[in-house]
């Protein structure tokens, strides 16, 4: 069964940059498209952007330009650079095969001050 381990979040005030790692196991991760999500404080969780095996990649508009997501399929392991942090990033933010539903892992928590 698929497990995600999410890492490296934390405090950065705006414009600042943060890189977010997640490791994998349980799945076959090269043929599964992997999805970083965020939930800010009383919102709905969204998908922020997305990578296939192959690298084809998609980003919400709020993100694009700003945030870069990559993969390493030989370590199992998806990425989110973040840059030109801004406080309406703040949220928990969460990896996981977009294929999935049901399983979310527990996040890490990004927080930009104004």
């Known amino acids: 069964q698929v497990h995600v381990v999410e890492s490296g979040g934390g405090l950065v005030q705006a414009g600042g940059s943060l890189r977010l790692s997640c490791e994998v196991s349980g799945i076959i991760f090269p043929i599964n498209v992997m999805g970083w999500y965020r939930q800010a404080p009383g919102k709905q969780r969204e998908l922020v952007a997305d990578?296939?095996?192959?690298?084809?990649?998609n980003y919400v508009d709020s993100v694009r330009g700003r945030f870069t997501i990559s993969r390493d399929n030989t370590k199992n392991m998806a990425y989110l650079q973040m840059n030109n942090l801004k406080p309406d990033d703040t949220g928990v933010y969460y990896c996981k095969p977009t294929g999935i539903v049901n399983y979310w892992g527990q996040g890490t928590q990004v927080t930009v001050s104004s």
């Open positions: 990578i296939t095996g192959r690298g084809k990649i």
